[in-house]
T-cell receptor
Framework: DGGITQSPKYLFRKEGQNVTLSCEQN?????MYWYRQDPGQGLRLIYY???????QKGDIAEGYSVSREKKESFPLTVTSAQKNPTAFYLC????????????FGPGTRLTVL | GDSVTQMEGPVTLSEEAFLTINCTYT??????LFWYVQYPGEGLQLLLK?????DKGSNKGFEATYRKETTSFHLEKGSVQVSDSAVYFC????????????FGTGTRLLVSP
């Protein structure tokens, strides 16, 4: 089955710890994205990547970092510099071409204790 | 910058009622427009899309028409079911190569039997 997987589904972190969220896709999509979702709000873009070894900051990149060493993988690290990391994190990918929709993974819910 | 405005929820309907969720946008250029649906605890699924003015997107009984003159993309369904209960997000994608999505805040739909 082709799709996007995110792991873990639930993640708990102590304050001051870095944590990495996994995102893998086997759709052969070029572009990948990370969004943050807070209750009652829309999705906000954290980082995105159009090709391997290249990525750009989105609207709320502070306190986050990413890497894109393989086409299939786009992990997100939430660092201790992120002041309010508790949220639902969604990864998405998109095939090349204009007007193509983004495909979303199931999400990871991160809770800081 | 680009933005999307959705009607506030929750929208509460009885089964078989008519549904309208309003969405208006502000954008430069010629964006593509999308409706996504999110069920509790899950990622987003594409419901329908439209890529140019006067296009009508449709899927599973839902419809939306890209109205450039009123900058709107309202979601409609003639007869809702309990299983349609979810959060609906309107989004636009710019017409550049980066294809970033800008989301509305989402509208929760609750359908009772």
């Amino acid at each position: 089955d082709g799709g996007i997987t995110q792991s873990p589904k639930y993640l708990f972190r102590k304050e001051g710890q870095n944590v990495t969220l996994s995102c893998e896709q086997n759709l052969n999509h070029d572009a990948m994205y990370w969004y943050r979702q807070d209750p009652g709000q829309g999705l906000r873009l954290i980082y995105y990547s159009q090709i391997v070894n290249d990525f750009q900051k989105g609207d709320i990149a502070e306190g986050y970092s990413v890497s894109r060493e393989k086409k299939e993988s786009f992990p997100l690290t939430v660092t201790s510099a992120q002041k309010n990391p508790t949220a639902f994190y969604l990864c998405a990918s998109r095939p090349r071409g204009l007007a193509n929709e983004q495909f979303f993974g199931p999400g990871t819910r991160l809770t800081v204790l | 910058g680009d933005s999307v405005t959705q009607m506030e929820g929750p929208v509460t309907l009885s089964e078989e009622a008519f549904l309208t969720i309003n969405c208006t946008y502000t954008a430069t250029g010629y964006p593509s427009l999308f409706w996504y649906v999110q069920y509790p605890g899950e990622g987003l699924q594409l419901l329908l899309k439209a890529t140019k003015a006067d296009d009508k997107g449709s899927n599973k009984g839902f419809e939306a028409t890209y109205r450039k003159e009123t900058t709107s993309f309202h979601l409609e369904k003639g007869s809702v079911q309990v299983s349609d209960s979810a959060v609906y997000f309107c989004a636009l994608s710019d017409d550049t190569g980066f294809q970033k999505l800008v989301f509305g805040t989402g509208t929760r739909l609750l359908v009772s039997p």
